[in-house]
């Protein structure tokens, strides 16, 4: 499976962007997907999952109520909105395919990339 990010760009403070990422063929669909960012001197962190089989979706502490991970299967993409951008969201988004630990799909901390990323895109963020 490839997948290709898209949708970055220098936006605003408090502005929004939607990423996309699309997947090369359908059996993505039946996969968990997720997305990370890195920022300049950091480490890559994880933003937002969503669970194929129950559409679970997750986000970690920093964008929830701002970011919104969703997926349509007909497009082989997953989707990541957001909203009321941050400087500190500044950073390169990257989707890739995730998993949970068993039994523990509920925790966001149990999520973690598997065998597939995307090439990643640049957000920055002006104040």
């Known amino acids: 499976v490839q997948l290709q990010a898209s949708g970055g760009g220098l936006v605003q403070a408090g502005g929004s962007l939607r990423l996309s990422c699309a997947a090369s063929?359908?059996?993505?669909?039946?996969?968990?997907m997720g997305w990370y960012r890195q920022a300049p001197g950091k480490e890559r962190e994880g933003v937002a999952y969503i669970s194929n089989t129950d559409g679970l979706t997750l986000y970690a502490d920093s964008v929830k109520g701002r970011f919104t991970i969703s997926r349509d299967t007909s497009k082989n993409t997953v989707y990541l909105q957001m909203h009321n951008l941050k400087p500190e969201d500044t950073a390169v988004y990257y989707c890739?395919?995730?998993?949970?630990?068993?039994?523990?799909?509920?925790?966001?901390?149990?999520?973690?990339?598997?065998?597939?990323w995307g090439q990643g895109t640049l957000v920055t963020v002006s104040s």
């Open positions: 063929e359908s059996s993505s669909s039946f996969k968990d």
């Open positions: 890739a395919t995730v998993a949970a630990l068993p039994g523990s799909a509920m925790r966001f901390s149990a999520w973690y990339p598997t065998n597939f």
